[in-house]
């Protein structure tokens, strides 16, 4: 069981031209996104958060359970859910504005078990900086390490949300002693400083930089840096290509039976460029698109492949 804890909202995508045009309500959020992904993909999986009783809620939770997403650990409450209002530029990236004073998801709080049988537990996003929640999300984070369970980050920075800057880079190094895989875009590792090597010796087992259409880049321990190209596909937009390669990731280790750092520094060459080209052919799917629409496990061939 592959646990994805984080928020789950509502992204306003604009459907046309123009900030405002045809804004049509898509179901997201990165750790969410990430939880479809892997239950798509096949993976066992579990979401863990807090959404609103709410009609978006509700929503939410179906789009969770029709890919077989185990949402019997959500939270719920009478506060609204989080919007997201997306901008698409020409190149189909998005940026976002959001609407999150008061929200369901803001008051999570730490369970006292994750469900039985947990190999793996994915943080990120949203619900590592918005209070009281992101102590919370960060308490589940510590335990779930403390507890010898396969942890993976993707910090996937939203500088609008973020009031102090320097004080979340300091956060985020603090976390990185609880974290075993680090995935991050290129944009990101540029927003927090420093580097790869500084990560890794801080506490990951591996760093994962994703470099939009043109690929992906692992750093190991061991000093290896290995990369893989893009998959060219025509893009109709990137919402949700980074979630995309979290699960793939996950996924990909979880058929090789290799969630833990010894496994991940066993995996040399020809383990890592099979499971980062899976992770970019299954964000190419994403990328052909419109919204967060992850690939289902028979649109990239045998699991066995990797």
């Given at each position: ?52 009783d709410d009609a978006f809620g509700e929503a939410l939770l179906d789009g969770l359970r029709r ?238 492949a990797l």
């Open positions: 069981m592959i646990v994805v804890a984080g928020e789950a909202l509502i992204d306003l995508v604009p459907q046309g031209p123009g900030a405002l045009a045809d804004l049509k309500p898509a179901l997201g959020g990165g750790p969410y996104n990430t939880a479809v992904a892997l239950g798509r993909l096949g993976s066992p999986t579990a979401f863990c958060s807090r959404t609103s890919a077989g997403v185990d949402v019997s650990g959500v939270q719920r409450g009478p506060e609204p859910t989080t919007l997201a209002v997306a901008t698409i530029d020409a190149a189909g990236s998005a940026a976002y504005s959001f609407y999150v004073d008061g929200t369901a998801d803001r008051l999570f709080t730490a369970p006292d078990t994750l469900p039985a049988g947990t190999r793996a537990v994915s943080f990120g996003t949203c619900s590592l900086v918005l209070e009281p929640g992101a102590s919370a999300y960060e308490e589940l984070m510590r335990g779930a390490a403390g507890q010898g369970l396969f942890t993976a980050l993707d910090p996937n920075i939203r500088a609008g949300l973020i009031p102090d800057a320097d004080a979340y880079r300091a956060r985020f190094k603090s976390w990185l002693p609880s974290v075993t895989l680090l995935k991050l875009s290129a944009e990101d590792a540029a927003w927090l400083g420093g580097s790869p090597r500084e990560w890794l010796a801080a506490g990951p087992a591996a760093v994962v930089v994703t470099r939009g259409g043109d690929g992906l880049t692992v750093f190991t321990r061991d000093g290896g840096e290995l990369s893989v190209p893009g998959e060219k596909v025509d893009v109709v937009d990137t919402i949700g290509a980074g979630d995309t390669v979290n699960a793939a990731l996950l996924h990909g280790l979880a058929v090789r039976d290799a969630l833990s750092p010894e496994a991940l520094a066993t995996l040399g060459t020809e383990g890592w460029t099979r499971l980062l080209r899976f992770a970019a052919r299954a964000a190419a799917i994403t990328c052909s698109r419109a919204g967060a629409e992850p690939p289902y496990a028979a649109e990239l061939g045998e699991p066995t």
